[in-house]
């Protein structure tokens, strides 16, 4: 039996339950209205979708594939916009292009879109010009400005409707043909001074200038598959009261003959995840995203119990379907040598073997502040983060099958370093996150190459 049809869960079930980071709302009638408009409202994403996403995420698992996750930390309603959006669809196709070439894999996509708009943070309240005032917590919940940082319920319906209005854009240019590979890339390599470097990234280019080229020749290029591809859409699943109004119990597609069998699936994005702060066995996150079918990430960090990973999966994971769940490790590059080797023996010397995608996040152990409190990360920590990952999965026998990444897709400068060589003089240039930094186009393909060379050595 299932657990989401087992008798103690259901979609409420996690009310019973401690709840971290979900914020009590003063008015509840206004939260009830807002819930209940959600309620009525269509799934904004299809089961169907949901499984391929989740059959393409066991391939992964299996080492046939590899995944790139990538968006902003905290993406903003405002950024439910054309250039926005199409600007992110695009880096993240370059970017996979690049590991197509470097891991000789197929890539599966997931943007950090169309509902990263709940962000946990580490205290309620912060200093802003001198004045105590509660944290910017996600469009979701409250505004960063300082007077909308009340909660306000409504948000919960305008995140639906940005969600929405950002994945309508995102499935009419791709069927439109914005991955077009007929079309010339910019690859901008302007930046790199590096002449060793700049050989390699170009060694790429043309690569994969002369593979479009060729198929275009031969005619090749005529199948549809050239003319689109599958970015799917994700989110941390933090604000309970928000999944719980999306989740449907609906057919699954899987099943035959169809209608046989009902899943509960959270129709608001194809992937969600639980963050390092709310990933207790015995809470609430826990508790609700065991009776979900859709597939789901685990952040993994340096206060992860090793003998919580086990626990996690058993929880999760009850049948140990491949793909369906995603360990997204991120333990900072002074710490990942020491702690990896361990989460990965616990979880491949178990029955879970080889059914997990092991992701490296290289981000979020590496955030650190500066002067006047900017936070920032640095490309060198970043890529060293992955570049132990890479080493250690390789030296267990394990495979490393993606990356979770924050990044955008324009000229911000907000991570120290790569070879525009930004330092701490230059974050200000153009910083403009409203939570944690981001790599910036040229940064994000860099680091792509970077993993790309591992793979081809
Ligand atoms: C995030 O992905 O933005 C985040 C908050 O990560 P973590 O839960 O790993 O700290
Ligand atoms: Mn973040």
């Given at each position: 039996m299932s657990k989401s049809t087992s008798p103690q869960w259901s979609p409420d079930s996690w009310r019973s339950k401690p709840v971290k980071q979900c914020p009590e709302y003063p008015d509840q009638a206004a939260l009830q209205k807002s819930l209940s408009e959600l309620k009525k409202l269509p799934p904004i994403v299809h089961p169907r979708e949901i499984v391929k996403l989740k059959e393409l995420?066991?391939?992964v698992a299996q080492g046939k594939a590899f995944l790139l996750q990538g968006g902003d930390c905290a993406e903003l309603f405002d950024y439910c916009q054309q250039?926005?959006?199409e600007s992110k669809i695009k880096l993240l196709l370059q970017m996979s292009l690049v590991l197509i070439w470097g891991a000789d894999k197929?890539?599966?996509?997931?943007?950090?879109?169309?509902?990263?708009?709940?962000?946990?943070?580490?205290?309620?309240?912060?200093?802003?010009?001198?004045?105590?005032?509660?944290s910017f917590r996600g469009d979701i919940l409250n505004g960063f400005h300082l007077d909308e940082r009340e909660l306000d319920p409504a948000r919960l319906v305008k995140a639906y409707?940005?969600?929405?209005?950002?994945?309508?854009?995102?499935?009419?240019?791709?069927?439109s043909g914005i991955a077009d590979l007929h079309r010339p890339l910019d690859w901008g390599l302007g930046h790199v001074r590096d002449p060793e470097l700049?050989?390699?990234?170009?060694?790429?280019?043309?690569?994969?200038?002369?593979?479009?080229?060729?198929?275009?020749?031969i005619g090749a290029d005529k199948n549809e598959k050239l003319d689109t591809v599958d970015l799917f859409t994700s989110h941390e699943g933090l604000l309970l009261e928000y999944e719980q109004s999306l989740t449907r119990l609906l057919d699954d597609p899987t099943s035959y003959p169809h209608g046989g069998k009902k899943e509960y699936y959270d129709t608001s994005a194809h992937f969600l995840w639980i963050g390092d702060r709310t990933r207790q066995i015995d809470h609430g996150h826990v508790e609700f995203f065991r009776g979900i079918a859709n597939p789901l990430g685990v952040k993994v960090g340096p206060t992860t119990p090793t003998s919580d990973l086990l626990e996690l999966l058993r929880t999760l994971n009850p049948e140990r379907e491949p793909g369906k769940i995603t360990l997204i490790t991120r333990y900072g590059?002074?710490?990942?040598?020491?702690?990896?080797?361990?989460?990965?023996?616990a979880v491949e010397d178990s029955e879970y073997k080889q059914t997990v995608v092991w992701q490296c996040d290289p981000m979020h152990g590496n955030t650190q502040s500066v002067s006047g409190g900017i936070k920032t990360r640095r490309f060198s920590d970043i890529f060293s983060e992955l570049q132990?990952?890479?080493?250690?999965?390789?030296?267990?026998?394990?495979?490393?099958?993606?990356?979770?990444?924050?990044?955008?897709?324009?000229?911000?400068?907000?991570?120290?370093?790569?070879?525009?060589?930004?330092?701490?003089?230059?974050?200000?240039?153009?910083?403009?996150?409203?939570?944690?930094?981001?790599?910036?186009?040229?940064?994000?393909?860099?680091?792509?190459?970077?993993?790309?060379?591992?793979?081809?050595?």
């Open positions: 995420l066991r391939d250039g926005v959006i197929r890539v599966v996509r997931i943007g950090r879109m169309a509902g990263q708009y709940a962000k946990p943070r580490s205290s309620p309240m912060e200093t802003v010009q001198g004045k105590q005032v509660p409707h940005h969600s929405s209005a950002t994945l309508n854009y995102i499935r009419a240019a791709l069927s700049k050989a390699k990234y170009q060694e790429a280019v043309n690569f994969l200038t002369d593979m479009l080229r060729f198929m275009h020749t590059a002074g710490k990942v040598a020491d702690l990896l080797p361990a989460h990965i023996r132990q990952t890479l080493r250690i999965h390789k030296e267990q026998g394990s495979y490393l099958g993606g990356v979770h990444l924050e990044l955008t897709g324009d000229a911000v400068t907000e991570c120290m370093g790569g070879s525009e060589g930004l330092d701490e003089d230059d974050l200000s240039t153009n910083y403009t996150s409203f939570c944690d930094p981001r790599l910036n186009e040229k940064q994000a393909l860099e680091l792509t190459f970077l993993i790309a060379d591992h793979y081809r050595q």
